[in-house]
């Protein structure tokens, strides 16, 4: 016997059709989902792999500024020893000065004084003559 495939003369056959279009919808829709997941999961993969690659270029370039700033600080300290020494050294020539200055003017001192006396003996020969 010939078949019949006509929809009018099959009633049965166009509820099949219509859920054979059902389930290849909702088939393609998981398969579209589970490709989604599986793109998703590789974008994921990927980002991770290209945040850790950028997580390690801050980490070495973190680990170049703190070295460079650690150097800087270094030659810095050092110059400030330096310069601290050369200002110690100063200090203590000119407390070394001070102090012959100070010797001088102390002689210096008693010079004037004894001209002082000098003048006021010389002063009062005049004054009694």
């Avoid at 020539?93 to 102090?99: A, D, F, H, P, Q």
Wanted: proline share 2%; aromatic share 4%; with cysteine.
């Amino acid at each position: 016997m010939p078949r019949k495939t006509s929809a009018s003369t099959q009633p049965n056959a166009l509820a099949f059709s219509s859920n054979a279009s059902v389930k290849p919808s909702w088939s393609d829709d998981v398969h579209k989902l589970t490709s989604d997941v599986l793109l998703l999961k590789c974008d994921f993969e990927s980002l991770k792999q290209s945040n850790k690659q950028e997580i390690e270029k801050i980490q070495k370039s973190h680990k170049r500024f703190v070295e460079k700033v650690r150097e800087e600080g270094k030659a810095a300290i050092k110059k400030l020893e330096t310069e601290c020494e050369k200002q110690k050294s100063e200090t203590e020539n000119l407390s070394v000065r001070l102090c012959e200055v100070e010797k001088e003017l102390s002689k210096t001192r008693k010079e004037n004084d004894e001209l002082k006396a000098q003048l006021e003996v010389q002063s009062e020969k005049r004054y009694d003559m």
